[in-house]
Nanobody, 114 residues
Framework: VQLQAFGGGLVQAGGSLRLSCAAS????????MAWYRQAPGKQRELVAR???????NEADSVKGRFSISRDNAKNTVYLQMNSLKPEDTALYYC?????????WGQGTLVTVSS
């Protein structure tokens, strides 16, 4: 299983970014996909999850600003991030939960300037 995340960058507070994660080597439609993030000096935390059945959930810290979606035809999961805040600055990782095993992408850096 390979996960390639991209779309990070530098953005001003209040701006938007969309992250993408392309998956290969798995039956994407049955995998639970998620985005995590890790800020400097902090533990990795769950940002949002899109399970195979189509339901999604987001962490309270990003609810109403971020949304996760998936395109099973393209084997891709997205994270739309709006109203970005400096505290959203982190490495964002794509995760696949596939048959009980977790797989990680390489991370894409999001930096939000104030």
């Amino acid at each position: 299983v390979q996960l390639q995340a991209f779309g990070g960058g530098l953005v001003q507070a209040g701006g938007s970014l969309r992250l993408s994660c392309a998956a290969s080597g798995l039956t994407f439609s049955i995998a639970s996909m998620a985005w995590y993030r890790q800020a400097p000096g902090k533990q990795r935390e769950l940002v949002a999850r899109a399970i195979s059945a189509g339901s999604t959930n987001e962490a309270d810290s990003v609810k109403g600003r971020f949304s996760i979606s998936r395109d099973n035809a393209k084997n891709t999961v997205y994270l739309q991030m709006n109203s970005l805040k400096p505290e959203d600055t982190a490495l964002y990782y794509c995760n696949a939960d596939y048959y009980g095993r977790g797989f990680w992408g390489q991370g894409t850096l999001v930096t939000v300037s104030s």
